[in-house]
C-alpha cells in the first residue's frame, strides 16, 4: 500500500506531464518502487547510468542518454528532482492507494485515550501507548513495546531536492515503519517513514527521550540510542551498539554491530564493528579487537 497507483498511467502521459523525452517501450506505470527493486509496471529513478535495467518492462527517470533496453526512459539532467515531480504528479493523478483498514490493537495492549491511530496500524500484545502519541497509517508495532508519551511515528521524513530556481520541492513519503519486540521508544521520539521501502527498528532497541530516526534509516536488534542522538537518513545503526547522547549521524552511515560513538559526537562516516569512536568529527578511539 502507498506504492501502487489507483490505475495505471504510461509513460508517454507521465513524461508529457514533465515536459521530458523519453525512448524505449510503450508501458504502463502500475506502481513505484526504489530502482534496486525494479520489476514490470514500476517506476523508479537513478542519478548514474546503468548498464541495463534491473527488470523488463520497468520504467526509469534516468540521464539523458541511458540505454532503455527492454524496458522505458524518461531522461533527466536532474533525475532526482525529476522522480520527486512525478511523485507529486501520479499523487494528484491517478493517485496512491491507501489502506482502508482501521488500527489493529491487541486485546491486553495498553493504548491511551490521547492517542492517535492512523488507517492500516498493527499495535501487538502488550504494548503501552503513552499519551498525545502519533501513530501514523500502516505503521506495525510489534508486542512488549513501550512508546512514551508525545513520540510521533510514521509522519513523513524531511526530504526535498531543489528546482532549477534553488525552490525546494518535496519528495513524498510512500513507505512505512515497522517496529519489532520488546522495543522502548522514550518520550519526544520521532521516527519517519520511509521514502520507498520501510524505517526498521529490530527487536530489543531502546531509545531514550529526543531522539529522531529519519527515512529508510534500520536500527538493529539491542541497539541502545541515548537522548538527542539523530540519525540521518538511510543510517543503519548495528546490533548490540551503543550511540552517546547529542550524537548525529550523517546520511547512509554504516555503524558497525557492538561499536560505541561517545557523547557529543558527529560521525562523518561508517563505523567498523566493535570500534570506540567520539569527536566532531568522529575518530577512532580503539580499534575492534
Excluded at 17 to 40: C, T, Y
Excluded at 116 to 128: D, N
Excluded at 172 to 194: D, Q, Y
Aim: hydrophobic share 40%; glycine share 10%; proline share 6%.
Amino acid at each position: 500500500m502507498g506504492y501502487q497507483l489507483n490505475t495505471v498511467m504510461p509513460v508517454s502521459m507521465l513524461a508529457a506531464s514533465l515536459g521530458l523525452p523519453w525512448r524505449g517501450q510503450h508501458l504502463n506505470i502500475s506502481e513505484v518502487r526504489p530502482f534496486n527493486e525494479a520489476m514490470p509496471g514500476t517506476l523508479s529513478f537513478t542519478n548514474t547510468h546503468p548498464e541495463n535495467l534491473l527488470s523488463a518492462d520497468a520504467v526509469l527517470i534516468a540521464p539523458t542518454g541511458t540505454d532503455p533496453g527492454a524496458g522505458a526512459i524518461i531522461e533527466a539532467n536532474n533525475p532526482r528532482l525529476e522522480f520527486a515531480r512525478a511523485l507529486n504528479v501520479l499523487a494528484a493523478t491517478p493517485g496512491f492507494m491507501v489502506s482502508t483498514r482501521s488500527a489493529q490493537v491487541a486485546e491486553d495492549a495498553v493504548v491511551s485515550s490521547t492517542a492517535v491511530l492512523g488507517r492500516g496500524v498493527t499495535i501487538g500484545p502488550r504494548s503501552v501507548i503513552g499519551h498525545h502519541v502519533v501513530i501514523a497509517d500502516d505503521v506495525h508495532i510489534g508486542a512488549d513495546c513501550h512508546i512514551k508519551s508525545n513520540t510521533v511515528i510514521g509522519e513523513a521524513g524531511f526530504g526535498f531536492e531543489r528546482d532549477e530556481q534553488g525552490v525546494p520541492i518535496r519528495i513524498l513519503h510512500l513507505g512505512n515503519v515497522v517496529i519489532g519486540n520488546r522495543v522502548e521508544i522514550g518520550s519526544l521520539n520521532t521516527i519517519c517513514r520511509a521514502t520507498l521501502g520501510t524505517t526498521i527498528i529490530e527487536d530489543d532497541v531502546k531509545t531514550d527521550d529526543h531522539v529522531h530516526i529519519a527515512h529508510n534509516c534500520r536500527v538493529r536488534r539491542g541497539a541502545l540510542l541515548t537522548a538527542c542522538t539523530e540519525l540521518s537518513g538511510g543510517v543503519d545503526v548495528g546490533a548490540f551498539a551503543w550511540i552517546g547522547p547529542n550524537t548525529s549521524i550523517i546520511q547512509k552511515a554504516v555503524i558497525g554491530e557492538n561499536a560505541f560513538v561517545g557523547i557529543g559526537s558527529n560521525v562523518t562516516a561508517s563505523v567498523p564493528p566493535g570500534a570506540r569512536v567520539a569527536g566532531n568529527p568522529a575518530r577512532v578511539l580503539r580499534k575492534p579487537d
